[in-house]
């Protein structure tokens, strides 16, 4: 039955290494995020290479990428001896907080009708476009210029990036509730036109179809090799990532029927709790620091996903 498992994982790691453009740098970032930040944060540089070329990335690559990554703000590189360490950089632990909040978190549930909006005055000394662009990573979509919204959002992420930005005392941020006389249609019409819903509901569909097999194969199998349970693990929180964080996690209020991203969220789940365990003991075998294997995941590792004990 482990060949199954096998065989799925091999046509995961070839679909992906032969995507184009290859962006190692990315995968190097959700490594960091979902395995090496939760085990102190940082890593040698050959160790990563080691992990790394088991994606089929040859070492000049993820070398290029690993250096890139510094010079776009997301690794800091420190030498000790003749060898290199990695972390993230302190922008990039907080996005990837912010970001980690939204993969590994619940479903958006119990909406209470209520809307965020924030009016971006003109001005703003040059910054509006920035302050956009960081609100709609958070989520919200642009009804008109100048005026973005939100129908369920944390606020405390929203005030900590305008703060960042240095307009807080600038922006209005304001809730407001629907009158009565407003329809459904008109609503969700509003909804359609902030956000991609069609072109993010095609991705989660792709999402389900890539990793059913994979958790089937998964649930059949009476051992995991760890080394297949990485790769597995891996690629399922990276394609996971790119979808989940374009997604505005929109109440089920204001998503069409047909919305699958609950679904792609729970197959995310499932089989991030059979194969974590012996990804980890990969890591702790082949990922060093400079004192030596990587320590323990804390705590906040096992809420993952609702609490990774529990996970059938």
């Given amino acids: 039955m482990s060949q199954s498992f096998h065989k799925a994982i091999d046509t995961l790691v070839a679909n992906f290494a032969n995507q184009r453009p290859i962006r190692t740098g990315s995968l190097i970032v959700t490594l960091f995020g979902d395995a090496i930040l939760p085990r102190g944060g940082t890593v040698s540089l050959a160790s990563l290479v080691r992990v790394l070329e088991t994606f089929g990335l040859?070492?000049?690559?993820?070398?290029?990428?690993?250096?890139?990554?510094?010079?776009n703000?997301?690794?800091?590189?420190?030498?000790?001896?003749?060898?290199?360490?990695?972390?993230?950089t302190e922008s990039g632990r907080r996005q990837f907080d912010e970001a980690s909040r939204r993969i590994y978190g619940d479903v958006p549930d119990n909406w209470d009708g209520a809307w965020t909006l924030i009016i971006?005055?003109?001005?703003?000394?040059?910054?509006?476009?920035?302050?956009?662009?960081?609100?709609?990573?958070?989520?919200?979509?642009?009804?008109?210029?100048?005026l973005l919204g939100h129908p369920s959002i944390d606020s405390t992420p929203t005030i900590r990036h305008l703060s960042d930005h240095g307009v807080l005392d600038q922006v209005i941020v304001?809730?407001?509730?629907?009158?009565?006389?407003?329809?459904?249609?008109?609503?969700?019409?509003?909804?359609?036109?902030?956000w991609p819903l069609d072109?993010?509901?095609?991705?989660?569909?792709?999402?389900?179809?890539?990793?059913?097999?994979?958790?089937?194969?998964a649930r059949s199998s009476k051992t995991?090799?760890?080394?297949?349970?990485?790769?597995?693990?891996?690629?399922?929180?990276?394609?996971?990532?790119?979808?989940?964080?374009?997604?505005p996690l929109l109440p089920r209020e204001l998503l069409p029927s047909s919305w699958c991203g609950a679904l792609a969220y729970q197959l995310c789940r499932n089989l991030y709790g059979v194969i974590y365990q012996n990804a980890d003991q990969y890591l702790t075998t082949h990922l060093e620091s400079s004192e030596g294997?990587?320590?323990?995941?804390?705590?906040?590792f096992e809420k993952r996903f609702g609490g990774l004990p529990h996970i059938s």
Wanted: with cysteine.
């Fill in 73 to 88: 703000g997301w690794l800091t590189a420190t030498k000790i001896g003749r060898q290199s360490y990695y972390s993230l």
């Fill in 199 to 217: 072109e993010i509901e095609d991705q989660y569909r792709l999402f389900l179809e890539t990793f059913r097999p994979i958790y089937k194969a």
């Fill in 224 to 247: 995991l090799p760890p080394h297949l349970c990485l790769l597995a693990r891996t690629i399922l929180i990276h394609e996971y990532r790119k979808i989940i964080l374009h997604d």
């Fill in 58 to 71: 040859s070492e000049r690559l993820i070398r290029t990428a690993a250096f890139r990554s510094t010079k």
């Fill in 293 to 300: 294997p990587l320590t323990n995941p804390g705590r906040n």
């Fill in 174 to 194: 304001m809730h407001a509730k629907l009158d009565r006389v407003t329809s459904n249609q008109s609503q969700n019409d509003l909804v359609r036109s902030c």
């Fill in 120 to 146: 971006l005055p003109h001005g703003l000394e040059g910054k509006r476009d920035a302050i956009r662009k960081d609100l709609i990573w958070l989520g919200f979509g642009q009804i008109t210029t100048g």
